[in-house]
């Protein structure tokens, strides 16, 4: 198997080992040990830093990537990537001494958002530390095709230690604010980990001063520009809505909505496998000028995709009651079910479309991305500040799906528009016409069983009919071929 089989495989291992983790955090032990509003809080916290990471992180770690494949040396590369960290030292220095000044109101602004909220504003600062040097470690590491171990870090360490500091707070039964410190130390160490494993294998060229013969070129800090808005923009994007609903409905509906966007977000767990390498892969072939493999590339990610997530939609839709019935309160929970349903479409959407951003990100388009982030952005903001007090929860899962289905279809538009690349074929349409109606027949039938034996039953009846028909059709020649081969040994 060559490197790239290699690191597609690992880095797919990794993120289901990953959500077999977050399972076992966010939907068993988190709502068994904290109280609906802690839960919200803690998730609110992670939000909140994830929004702020993008701007202070410069741009840097999309631009590593994009910028690599055009280095002329290994040491022009290392000497570059330690001047880029070097670089992202200096906002998070002028931030920590704002603070400083401004301690006093920026405690008074997050309690305006939750009372006492302020009590998280240093933990708050040591995570976004974190997620800085975290992110640039992982640009760093994709762009030496290093995918699978910081997809390790990232999916699988990450929740361990999350794991561990929730059983410590459970064990040792200590004030919830240093739960919340826990969080920030974990990722931390988890930045650490990453960078410490990156010196040892490239080993970059450390020095003291800045050499201006390793300065990036002019057109990497142009890209970095436009990455900071794209970051940015597609982290309100996904963010904005769990940090609305806490501020509007209560940490405790927070809770309810982000059990629902867990769920959701094992949808998506193919794409966050294979973007890492597909945007490696694209950067490479774009450099080579080899539009027919990124075009081959752009049309197998989106059927590939499409056709694993709505699986995994159906799969977990056919069993959420029993998920309810499962997890610890899952009496208060099983009120997100319907926004469930609809943040799930939201990920089969966004599956189908492909890797668009990616591609977009790479090439000459990628001030498109800004412009059409900035729009999702506004439009997610306006439609969930309008349904949200309106139909609460599934409110702001409407405002989600809405957004990004039109943000998807406008990147479908300018790729179709501009260079004539098209994803979909009549492959899509079978898989949604194979899988939606079996999805609603299995789902409305009750055997009348006990709720786990009527989910084996239900689930089994699914796998046996998905098998047969990519075994059989036509739509995953890729997934047929594979089965022969297997039947033929």
Do not use: C
């Amino acid at each position: 198997m060559n490197q790239i089989g290699k690191q597609s495989l690992f880095s797919t291992l990794w993120s289901y080992l990953g959500v077999i983790v977050g399972y076992i955090h966010t939907v068993l032990l988190l709502p068994a040990i904290l109280e609906p509003s802690d839960f919200g809080t803690q998730q609110v916290f992670k939000d909140l830093a994830a929004l702020i990471t993008p701007f202070l992180s410069l741009g840097l770690p999309q631009s590593v990537i994009k910028y690599f494949p055009v280095a002329k040396s290994k040491q022009q590369i290392r000497g570059m990537l330690v001047q880029i960290f070097k670089y992202a030292s200096i906002p998070l220095g002028l931030i920590g001494i704002l603070l400083i000044f401004l301690w006093n109101h920026s405690m008074a602004l997050l309690d305006r958002y939750e009372e006492n909220f302020s009590t998280y504003l240093m933990p708050l600062f040591l995570l976004v530390i974190a997620l800085v040097f975290f992110n640039l470690a992982e640009g760093w590491a994709k762009a030496w095709l290093r995918v699978s171990y910081a997809n390790f870090i990232k999916e699988s360490l990450a929740r361990s230690f999350l794991v561990v500091n929730t059983l410590l707070f459970w064990w040792l039964s200590y004030d919830f604010v240093y739960f919340i410190y826990g969080i920030s130390i974990s990722y931390l160490l988890l930045a650490m980990v990453l960078l410490g494993y990156l010196l040892l294998k490239e080993r970059p060229m450390i020095s003291n001063s800045i050499n201006k013969k390793y300065l990036p070129p002019k057109e990497f800090w142009q890209y970095s520009t436009y990455a900071i808005l794209g970051s940015s923009g597609l982290l309100i994007v996904s963010r904005v809505d769990s940090v609305m609903v806490g501020g509007m409905l209560g940490m405790a509906e927070n809770a309810i909505y982000m059990i629902s966007f867990f769920m959701a977000s094992v949808i998506e767990m193919p794409k966050r496998a294979m973007a890492s390498l597909a945007v490696s892969l694209m950067s490479q072939y774009y450099e080579a000028k080899e539009s027919g493999k990124i075009k081959q590339l752009y049309h197998n990610f989106s059927r590939f995709q499409l056709a694993i997530g709505i699986f995994l939609y159906g799969l977990i839709l056919i069993n959420l009651e029993t998920f309810y019935y499962i997890m610890p309160k899952g009496e208060i929970y099983s009120a997100g079910f319907l926004v469930f349903v609809f943040l799930g479409a939201t990920k089969v959407i966004d599956l189908g479309f492909g890797p668009n951003s990616e591609y977009i990100s790479i090439s000459n388009l990628y001030r498109y991305n800004i412009l059409f982030l900035s729009l999702l952005a506004l439009l997610t903001f306006g439609l969930n500040l309008l349904l949200i007090p309106m139909i609460g929860l599934i409110g702001a899962a409407i405002a989600t799906l809405s957004a990004y289905f039109l943000f998807n279809l406008a990147k479908w538009y300018l790729l179709k528009k501009r260079i004539g690349y098209q994803p979909f074929t009549m492959s899509h349409l079978l898989i949604l016409l194979f899988n939606i109606p079996l999805i609603i027949i299995i789902y409305s039938i009750n055997f009348h069983l006990h709720p786990i034996l009527q989910s084996t039953l239900a689930s089994s009846i699914y796998l046996t009919g998905a098998f047969l028909f990519y075994r059989y059709g036509s739509t995953l020649p890729e997934f047929k071929h594979m089965i022969i081969n297997r039947l033929n040994k």
